[in-house]
C-alpha cells in the first residue's frame, strides 16, 4: 500500500532534549516536506527536500534541522525543543515537487508536546 | 500562490449531494486549482485537481467557472466518512517547491 508513515505518533517531551521524528514513504517520491499545524495558523511548510541530499527552507524553519540521505527517508530533528514547538506535525511526498499537477500524499500526523 | 475564499462551514445530509463553493478572483492562467480534504485526526488527503475544465475522479467532481475566478467541489452522495474540513488551494504550474498553503477551509458537516 502506498503510503507516508510517521514515527512517533505522539511525543512528550521537557525543553532541550533532542528529539527525531522520522517519516518515511515507499513511492519513490523525489520529494518530501514536512509542515506543522497550529489552531488558526493552517498548515505551514518547515523544510522540504527536492531530491537526496538537497533540502530547503520552508516559512518557518528555525528550531529545525532536516536531512535526505536516502530517498524514501525525510526525518525532521529538533536539537533543542521549545514550548512554543508544541503542535501538530505532518511529513508529505509527492513524485515531483516542481509540477503543479502532482498531489502531495501526507502521513498521520506526529503531535508533539514540549513542556 | 493566489488567495481562495471558502465558507467557514456547511451542513449536508447523508445521502445528498454537497457543493462547496471556492472562490479565487486572483487566479492566474497558470494557477491549478487543488482540493484536499482533512478528517478528524488524520493528515490532509488528496480529493481532485482541475485547470481549465471540469474533472471527475472516485472521489469527487470539480467545476470550474468559465472566467476560472471560482469553482465548486461536488460530492454526488454524502456519506458520514465525507465529514472533514475542505480545503481549496491555487498552486502554480509556473515552478516553486514550495508548500502548499491551506487556509482555514470549510469545516463539513453531515448529519445521518
Known amino acids: 500500500e502506498a503510503q507516508v508513515t510517521q514515527n512517533p505518533r505522539y511525543l512528550i517531551t521537557v525543553t532541550g532534549k533532542k528529539l527525531t521524528v522520522t517519516c518515511s514513504q515507499n513511492m519513490n517520491h523525489e520529494y518530501m516536506s514536512w509542515y506543522r499545524q497550529d489552531p488558526g495558523l493552517g498548515l505551514r511548510q518547515i523544510y522540504y527536500?527536492?531530491?537526496?541530499?538537497?533540502?530547503d527552507k520552508g516559512d518557518v524553519p528555525e528550531g529545525y534541522k532536516v536531512s535526505r540521505k536516502e530517498k524514501r527517508n525525510f526525518p525532521l530533528i529538533l536539537e533543542s525543543p521549545s514550548p512554543n514547538q508544541t503542535s501538530l506535525y505532518f511529513c508529505a511526498s509527492s513524485l515531483l515537487g516542481l509540477a503543479a499537477t502532482y498531489e502531495q500524499y501526507f502521513g498521520p500526523g506526529t503531535r508533539l508536546t514540549v513542556t | 500562490d493566489a488567495k481562495t475564499t471558502q465558507p467557514n462551514s456547511m451542513e449536508s445530509n447523508e445521502e445528498e449531494p454537497v457543493h462547496l463553493p471556492c472562490n479565487h478572483s486572483t487566479i492566474s492562467g497558470t494557477d491549478y486549482i487543488h482540493w484536499y480534504r482533512q478528517l478528524p485526526s488524520q493528515g490532509p488527503e488528496y480529493v481532485i485537481h482541475g485547470l481549465t475544465s471540469n474533472v471527475n475522479n472516485r472521489m469527487a467532481s470539480l467545476a470550474i467557472a468559465e472566467d476560472r475566478k471560482s469553482s465548486t467541489l461536488i460530492l454526488h452522495r454524502a456519506t458520514l466518512r465525507d465529514a472533514a474540513v475542505y480545503y481549496c488551494i491555487l498552486r502554480d504550474s509556473g515552478g516553486g517547491a514550495d508548500g502548499l498553503t491551506f487556509g482555514k477551509g470549510t469545516h463539513l458537516i453531515i448529519q445521518p
Open positions: 527536500s527536492m531530491n537526496v541530499e538537497v533540502t
